[in-house]
Every structure is written in C-alpha cells, then in structure tokens.
C-alpha cells in the first residue's frame, strides 16, 4: 500500500505519491493496494449524491401508487444502500427516515405486517418521539406507528458505551448525532453504524451487532480521525516526529491487512532548503522499518527519472543516483525534528492521545534508559525517604509483635498480688528487655512518621516526570464474533 504522509490537501503531495503509486502498479500489479479499494475499504463512497437519492425516492413514491409494489421495493433497498454511504449528518438522517417509512407503506399495503413494522422500528428505536404527519398517513398506518412505539418502550434495552481519545466528539447511530463522548445509551438489540465526528477528523464507520447487556466501544479518532482517502490516501501530519507518522502508517497497513506499506512525504530541510520526496517501507507485521530513502526535486519536469529510481529502490533496495540513503545512525535530510509547541491537527487535539505506540525504538533518539533517567533528583530523594518510612513502620509492627509475646509471658509470672517476685531473675530480664523494646518501638514510630511526612512534602514540591504513552483498548463487535486491540507503551 501506498499513502502519503503530511498536508492531506497538498496537491503537489498528492500528485508525488499518486505517481509513486502508479509507478508501482505498473511494475507490480495487483500485489499493490488500490485506491479504488482502499476508500472503499476505509470510507465507502457513495455512487450518487443525496439530490441523486432523493429523486430515486421520489421514483419510488410513484411507483408504490401506482402499485407497482415489487419495484418501489428494489428502489428503496437500493437507496438504502447509498444512503448508508453519504457523511453523517441531519441530511442523511431525513433521507433514511423517508426511505423507512416508505419501505413501511410499501411492506403494508403487500400485506408484510412484520416487514412494516420492523421499518417502522428502525425509525422509532434512535428517535422515539418521531411523529408522522396527520395530512400525509392515513389513520390505519398513524395506529400502526403508535403500536410500535408502544412496544419499543416496553422492550428491553442493552447498554452502549462510547468513549473516545479525541473528548466531547460527536457520536452518530446510522447518521443520526446522538450525543458527544463519553456517551452511554440505552438502545434495542440488533445493528447499528457508529461513527465518531470531531470537526474534520472522522472515524472509521463500524458495524455494531448489540447483543450483550453491555457494550463498550473506545475509538482512536486521534488516528482513525488522520487517515483520509482524498484527493489520495493520506495520513495527516500532527506536528509530531516522523516516527510518530509511521507508527500510524503500520496501524493503518494492519487495520487493510496488507504486508508492507509505503510512506511517501515531502519535506524541505529548511524554509529555505531544497523539497525532497521521500520513501519509507515498512513490515506490518513486525512493525520495522525495512528501508528509506530520498531524492531532490526542482519541479515535475524532474520526476520521470527520477521517480524510477525511488521505484527500484522500493522493491530492491538498490540505491541508483540520485537518490540518498540515510546511515542507521545518521538523520535523513528530509527529516523533521519533534516539536513541542507546533499546534496539532484536528485529529490529535484533546486531553490526551493514544497514538499509535513507537515500534521504531531502534532508530529512536529517546531509549527506554534515557526515558528512566528523566526521572527528577528530587522525585528520587522522596522515593528514598519514603521507602525509608515505610520500612521503619514495618520494622515497628514486627517488633510490637515480639513485644506481646514477651507481655503474655511476663503475665503469667505474675504473683497473686499482680507484681513479680525479687528472686524470679527470669521475669526481671523479660521486664527488663520490655522495657527497652518499648523505648525503640516509640522511637521507630517517631522516625517512621517523619520520614513519610518528609518524603510527602519532597514528592509534592519536586516535578513530576513526563507521563508515559496511556494505554487504549478497542473493542469491537461483530455478528461473527468479538475482536479487541491493545495499544500503548509497555
């Protein structure tokens, strides 16, 4: 698979990696991905726009009066199918809702009662307080409709919940907005799309088979929110390192269950400095970075030869002039360092972000050890203290404990007058060391309770080490079964 990495709407990007891809195609054939399947994988596109839809439902009205029942029907399932397809949103919505109730009237007036009603239902199940209009239904139907939405509120009902990396994104059942996340809703069993809308970033669309009491559902919007499939399949740069654009690369290469994909970018080492087209192969499965490598360019005069060199050097790993290999330990002219401070695409911004996790720490400049030794002095010294405390407080309830076990002796030695005899010399050595048993437990408890007020206040006021990747589980639910990701730094 081939997909650009960047500005998604750059259309000199996406004019470089659409002729990387044909390139490719044309040596490689069917082994490469498709655009055409990759959208339809990802975001399945409709063939017909909603004005299209709506006149095909307008054709179908037509032929339910004039009884041409069969046909209504196969114009009806088939707007259905393109209406699953458009952007979510209001329109959408009222475009189902049109094509249900028709698909009502039709199933009722051929006398399928239960195929009614269950049109009927798909209505009434997101929005229950749907009403028909009086001038436009007849009296028999309006009844109908009632009965349904009475049933439907006696059902029972599963729970669905729905969080997401990206907060307050808006939730949407079968294009339907029904609320923002972390959303929980009680809804009838049986199929539902969810989609996940964060001003430009959208979601994968999923197929949610509800079953179970409950459900829950987290989604990454933070990465499914910068795959986009047009003008060319793109991952949308966050102002992040190269490293954090490629981890999603291999995401998205498993989530199309392909082998290997091809990263193309175009980046300039300085304001200044010459653009430089990019390639980046990597192993899904392993998540490595097979090769990389880069060329000059001056315009698209200079992209036939030099186009077939980056080509070879994809599929061989043979280097011709005038592309440039960077060393394993060296940094690629084309690469751009990570920044803090530059503002982050749609898709990342939030309270947190679970991106994909740094599969690439070989050629990373931050290792697990540098990543331990950020930890504060200060940080360290509580951790000492408290540690110090801790054991003080253990040491004190061990030697409390022996301390008892001499006491129930000592009591048993006790004359009638509760006192002990002169010349018990043994009762007096256990008294004796009671006593100093006493003197450290009162000491240890002493030193315990500084140390861990110490240690508190050390903790407090010492800065707090850089919070690690969290950690995202995605589930997922489908009539065949159930399938659950992991995804985070461990």
């Not at 259905?80 to 397809?85: G, V």
């Not at 009296?139 to 907060?167: D, G, M, N, W």
């Not at 390192?241 to 989530?255: I, K, M, N, P, Q």
């Not at 002493?446 to 950690?471: D, E």
Request: hydrophobic fraction near 40%.
């Amino acid at each position: 698979m081939v997909v650009a990495a960047g500005e998604c709407q750059d259309a000199e990007l996406s004019n470089h990696a659409k002729a990387v891809h044909e390139a490719l195609f044309n040596q490689q054939g069917p082994q490469v991905l498709g655009l055409a399947e990759f959208s339809e994988r990802l975001f399945p596109p409709p063939s017909q726009n909603a004005e299209d839809i709506q006149r095909q439902l307008d054709t179908a009205q037509n032929q339910f009066y004039e009884a041409r029942h069969s046909r209504a029907e196969q114009l009806i399932d088939s707007a259905l199918q393109e209406i699953s397809r458009l952007p979510v949103g209001a329109p959408r919505w009222q475009l189902y809702t049109q094509a249900q109730l028709l698909h009502a009237l039709n199933y009722r007036a051929t006398g399928k009662l239960k195929e009614s009603d269950a049109a009927f239902r798909s209505v009434l199940r997101l929005e229950p307080q749907y009403s028909l209009d009086a001038s436009l239904y007849a009296p028999s139907i309006r009844q109908a409709f009632e009965k349904v939405r009475a049933e439907l509120a006696r059902a029972k009902k599963v729970k669905l919940s729905v969080k997401s990396t990206v907060p307050s994104s808006d939730v949407y059942l079968d294009g339907r907005k029904a609320g923002q996340t972390p959303l929980t809703l009680e809804l009838l069993s049986g199929i539902y799309e969810l989609t996940i809308v964060k001003d430009s970033a959208v979601s994968f669309p999923r197929r949610l088979h509800l079953q179970s009491p409950e459900t829950p559902i987290f989604v990454d919007l933070a990465y499914e929110g910068s795959v986009s499939d047009s003008p060319f399949p793109c991952l949308a740069s966050t102002g992040k390192s190269d490293e954090h654009t490629l981890s999603h690369a291999v995401r998205l290469g498993g989530t199309l269950g392909v082998e290997e994909v091809i990263v193309v970018r175009l980046e300039r080492s300085s304001n200044r400095g010459p653009k430089w087209l990019a390639a980046t192969v990597l192993n899904v499965e392993g998540g490595q970075k097979r090769r990389e490598g880069g060329l000059k360019i001056q315009g698209p005069e200079d992209s036939p030869d030099s186009l077939s060199a980056l080509v070879d050097f994809v599929t061989t790993g043979k280097a011709p002039p005038p592309l440039v290999v960077p060393s394993p330990q060296g940094t690629a002219p084309w690469a751009r360092l990570p920044t803090t401070d530059a503002p982050l695409s749609t898709a990342s911004r939030g309270d947190f972000d679970v991106s994909a996790p740094n599969r690439f720490s070989e050629d990373s400049p931050l290792t697990e050890s540098a990543h331990r030794s950020s930890t504060p002095t200060l940080r360290k010294a509580s951790y000492a203290v408290l540690g110090g405390g801790a054991a003080a407080l253990v040491g004190a309830g061990i030697l409390r404990l022996m301390a008892q076990k001499d006491l129930d002796t000592l009591e048993k030695r006790l004359n009638a007058r509760g006192r002990l005899d002169a010349s018990d010399t043994e009762a007096l050595a256990l008294r004796d060391s009671l006593s100093s048993k006493n003197t450290l437990l009162t000491g240890l408890l002493i030193g315990s309770g500084a140390a861990l007020s110490t240690g508190a206040v050390l903790f407090l006021v010492s800065p707090s080490r850089p919070a690690p990747p969290p950690v995202a589980l995605d589930v997922s639910v489908a009539p065949e079964g159930a399938s659950a990701s992991l995804l985070g730094r461990f």
